[in-house]
T-cell receptor
Framework: GQQLNQSPQSMFIQEGEDVSMNCTSSSIFNTWLWYKQDPGEGPVLLIA?????ELTSNGRLTAQFGITRKDSFLNISASIPSDVGIYFCAGKPGGGADGLTFGKGTHLIIQP | DTGVSQDPRHKITKRGQNVTFRCDPISEHNRLYWYRQTLGQGPEFLTYFQNEAQLEKSRLLSDRFSAERPKGSFSTLEIQRTEQGDSAMYLC??????????FGPGTRLTVT
């Protein structure tokens, strides 16, 4: 089945640093979504991408839909303590299937 | 817009018992999804409804699992004869646009 490889698995950074994480797939996706999940809560949608090459921002977050349609990137600029959490990429294949395939997440830890 | 709600938030049950979870989607969202998430993993798709019709089911949805959305609003997920391997967070999501899914806080199931 389809799998998403998300990296890095975890990141330890200083407050104020920029963060980059990515997601790659063995197959093509028509939509890429990025979510953030806090402990004991459901994932919160951050950014949705619909076209290959698309670059979309949401405040300090920027995400890109890769040209090959097999990857996506999320950048966070000037990290702050509330950015701590687990970030998931999710992809939606074409062909009418509506369920999302998720990566295993990137655990972001910010050191003061 | 009050968001997706799920009930209960936590459920502890003994192996072999049946459990039922409820999801109330964001009002006017006709699409409703169920996912399962285990520790250290991303959510895994279980099933999807458009209005009251169940349009997609994952192979993860064994015969012991059944989901309904009788009036096209709230949904229930029932697990019969629970097993220890069923212990997980069960997440519900809803959406109006085909490519966006908004998650609820989840129901954490522990099977002893």
């Amino acid at each position: 089945g389809q799998q998403l490889n998300q990296s890095p698995q975890s990141m330890f950074i200083q407050e104020g640093e920029d963060v980059s994480m990515n997601c790659t797939s063995s197959s093509i996706f028509n939509t890429w979504l990025w979510y953030k999940q806090d402990p004991g809560e459901g994932p919160v949608l951050l950014i949705a991408l619909y076209k290959a090459g698309e670059l979309t921002s949401n405040g300090r977050l920027t995400a890109q839909f890769g040209i090959t349609r097999k990857d996506s990137f999320l950048n966070i600029s000037a990290s702050i303590p509330s950015d701590v959490g687990i970030y998931f990429c999710a992809g939606k294949p074409g062909g009418g299937a509506d369920g999302l395939t998720f990566g295993k997440g990137t655990h972001l830890i910010i050191q003061p | 817009d009050t968001g997706v709600s799920q009930d209960p938030r936590h459920k502890i049950t003994k192996r072999g018992q049946n459990v039922t979870f409820r999801c109330d989607p964001i009002s006017e969202h006709n699409r409703l999804y169920w996912y399962r998430q285990t520790l250290g993993q991303g959510p895994e798709f279980l099933t999807y409804f458009q209005n009251e019709a169940q349009l997609e089911k994952s192979r993860l949805l064994s015969d012991r699992f059944s989901a309904e959305r009788p009036k096209g609003s709230f949904s229930t997920l029932e697990i019969q004869r629970t097993e220890q391997g069923d212990s997980a967070m069960y997440l519900c999501a809803s959406g109006r646009v085909v490519n966006e899914q908004y998650f609820g806080p989840g129901t954490r199931l522990t099977v002893t």
